[in-house]
């Protein structure tokens, strides 16, 4: 495992300082291709719904069938990037771009906050009907327990969207770095943000020294790491296939980790699926510069069902915990068979409802873009 990730540290940091392999990133740099993006972005969304019908599973690591475990151990692993690479997109996308500040935080805030708003009451609503949430029939009571429930998250899935208005905050400030910063200031960030990120893990935090290093941790590593793998030119002496080996490299290091200190401990141990840990950096940044070299010719009729899925991602996002609770009331979930292939099933067949719904409620007149995000 140590191995693995150290062959893939090297890799990383080896396309980070080959001073032949970048050019500058400037403002003035052409718009990032929507097409990759627009994959990247799709592909990341149905792997939040998998890992999310993975994760039941995975967790009855002492009740399970190992192989069954694994097959939970192999998707979780797998799907991993997905909240990483959506920051990264954000990165990608918002930095580097010059805004007005007030029309930057408008335009941002009208988009998440009311579909959350929304969504956060259904889930409010679905948990109460599920009895998981108890009302009194005091109006006071009550609303005090829907407020509770919008301060710390109506749905398990909900932080995302807590921490995207958290960075939504810092974006006109960052960028502003970002755009001014030449690229040995970036990696500089970058850097020290890996090593304060390596620090704050289990086994490691104990020899880092009092310094306050909180302006380098957190998800805002991802915004930059975003923004500087879409704006790099890549080396041609960097072949994809070195790529490829990266990315399989996390990947089995994530998926061996958890094993073997699952297996050692008898507790379940999520340690290397952490995305704030250095195994899944590299990961999603793997997975990020693959979508970038990659290019695929797809049929006009599935280009708009990706550009109709990538716009409607948040909502998407938002309903989705809702289905997989349902498909699993319904008897459609890593329980039904195999879960090498009821997970991937769950998933497509909840990414399809999901879609659905969002795509109807955002055809509603004046509403519906408040509803679907």
């Not at 500089?188 to 009092?210: E, G, H, T």
């Not at 958890?258 to 793997?286: M, Q």
Request: aromatic share 16%; net charge positive; charged share 15%.
């Amino acid at each position: 495992m140590g191995a693995g990730f150290l062959f893939a540290f090297i890799i990383f940091i080896k396309t980070f300082s080959l001073e032949n392999s970048l050019s500058a990133i400037t403002a003035s740099q052409k718009p990032v291709p929507i097409d990759w993006i627009s994959n990247l972005r799709v592909l990341a969304l149905f792997a939040v719904i998998a890992l999310h019908a993975a994760s039941p599973l995975l967790m009855n690591f002492k009740t399970a069938a190992l192989t069954d475990w694994l097959a939970a151990d192999l998707y979780n692993a797998l799907t991993r990037f997905a909240v990483p690479v959506f920051v990264m997109i954000s990165g990608a996308l918002q930095l580097r771009r010059e805004y007005e500040l007030g029309d930057f935080l408008k335009k941002r805030f009208t988009r998440v906050l009311w579909p959350f708003l929304i969504w956060s009451l259904v889930y409010v609503a679905y948990s109460w009907y599920d009895e998981e949430l108890p009302f009194y029939g005091d109006l006071w009571r009550d609303t005090l327990t829907v407020l509770h429930q919008l301060r710390n998250g109506a749905y398990y899935h909900l932080w995302y969207v807590y921490m995207l208005v958290g960075l939504y905050l810092v974006i006109p400030v960052i960028g502003k770095f970002v755009r001014k910063a030449n690229r040995a200031e970036i990696r500089y960030f970058l850097l020290v943000w890996l090593i304060v990120i390596a620090f704050s893990q289990p086994y490691l935090n104990d020899y880092w020294p009092l310094i306050d290093v909180k302006y380098f941790s957190g998800y805002i590593g991802y915004l930059v790491l975003g923004y500087y793998l879409a704006n790099i030119e890549l080396s041609r002496t960097l072949p994809k296939i070195s790529m490829i080996v990266f990315y399989f490299m996390c990947l089995i290091s994530i998926i061996a980790g958890t094993y073997l200190i699952t297996n050692r401990t008898k507790e379940i141990s999520t340690i290397l699926y952490e995305p704030l840990g250095p195994f899944v950096i590299f990961y999603a940044a793997g997975v990020f510069l693959l979508a970038r070299v990659t290019v695929f010719h797809l049929p006009k009729s599935l280009i708009k069902i990706r550009d109709l899925l990538s716009n409607l991602s948040l909502g998407i996002y938002l309903c989705h915990a809702l289905f997989l609770s349902r498909l699993d009331d319904w008897g459609l979930s890593s329980k039904l068979g195999n879960p090498f292939y009821s997970i991937p099933l769950t998933a497509l067949v909840c990414l399809i409802l999901s879609f659905m719904v969002i795509y109807l409620l955002s055809k509603i007149p004046v509403i519906g873009k408040y509803i679907a995000g």
